[in-house]
């Protein structure tokens, strides 16, 4: 994220390199301009160490310092979000997105289901960028008290960016959801993240993750089963600093068990790629079945 004067205007000097030399640098200028990036690093390995026994030190090592790229490229790739997706700077390559275009076709609501895994703006430009605009649903920003005003006004052209590039609207969490409702009976497509962490969530539902229980909101079966929407699930990964591969994958009828394949899924994926998950801070307190988090114990959703 960028929070000082001084990292905007590094940057924006990075974006002006040409090819994919500014991904390619992002992870050395990252660490460069994040002073919090060592601490940040001894927190991950020992998370990691925690919850994957079996590896070995230098892998854990390994994990934690591909985390700390994986926040370097997705900030480049919000600097430089237009450029996700030419193949000089950032290729998109998509798999399985003939069944999701043929549901489209048929007028029925769609639900693209996230999760905070890899680089999430890659995902939702490649889908858009292969005909399939969508809307979202995202954090709150300007009512969030634990964000500066830089985070504020970063995670704002995030966003907003972001909405523009994808061809849809975005919706705050906090908001009406009635207007996702109206629209899937309609046949809008509309983007979840399946693994948010909501502390105030009236309904939770725990998922087999990892040898856990993770206490998931349930809002997505519930809009899924009020307006009839099929679900699929949206995964990128990162090839290569200039290369996303993104798998669209066809989920289960029922939204119920439709949401179960996505948290299996999820948890397969981090099993093969432990770096790529965003929200490490906040499993223990996803895995408390509480109703309400004091906020003390809510983290950072990335360390």
């Known amino acids: 994220m960028i929070r000082t004067r001084q990292q905007s ?11 994919h030399l500014p991904w390619q640098s992002a992870p050395a200028l990252y660490r460069l301009t994040h002073p919090e990036t060592k601490a ?27 985390h700390i790229d994986l926040q370097a490229w997705e ?22 997105i003939e069944p999701l275009r043929r549901a489209v076709g048929t007028g029925q609501g769609i639900i693209l289901i996230f999760n905070h895994v890899d680089r999430i703006l890659g995902g939702g430009l490649a889908i858009a960028r292969a005909g399939v605009p969508f809307h979202s649903l995202t954090m709150e920003i300007d009512d ?17 960016t ?16 009635k207007r996702i409702y109206a629209g899937l009976e309609t046949g809008e497509v509309w983007s979840i993240l399946a693994d948010a962490w909501h ?6 539902r725990a998922h087999n993750f990892l040898g856990r229980s993770l206490h998931l909101a349930t809002g997505i079966e519930r809009i899924a089963t009020a307006t009839g929407a099929r679900m699929f699930q949206v995964t990128p990964f990162t090839r290569a600093p200039g290369l996303l591969e993104v ?27 432990p770096w790529a998950w965003w929200n ?16 003390k114990d809510r983290k950072k959703c990335h360390i």
């Open 9 to 19: 205007l590094i940057y924006r000097a990075a974006k002006r390199l040409p090819g």
């Open 40 to 66: 940040s690093v001894k927190q991950l390995i020992k998370v990691f160490g925690e919850h994957f026994p079996d590896a070995s030190p230098q892998m854990v090592h390994q994990w934690a310092q591909q």
């Open 75 to 96: 900030l480049m790739d919000t600097m430089m979000l237009a450029q996700v997706g030419n193949p000089r700077r950032v290729a998109l390559e998509v798999a399985g």
């Open 144 to 160: 969030n008290a634990g964000l500066s005003s830089s985070e504020k006004a970063y995670l704002t052209h995030k966003v907003s």
């Open 162 to 177: 972001f909405q523009r590039l994808s061809g849809g609207m975005a919706l705050r969490r906090n908001a009406s959801m």
């Open 199 to 204: 502390p105030s969530a009236k309904g939770k």
């Open 247 to 273: 798998q669209v994958r066809m989920l289960d009828t029922d939204p119920e068990t439709a949401v179960n394949q996505a948290i299996q899924n999820l948890a397969a994926d981090i099993s093969e790629r």
């Open 280 to 295: 490490w801070g906040l499993i223990d307190v996803m895995s408390e079945q509480r109703k309400n988090s004091p906020l």
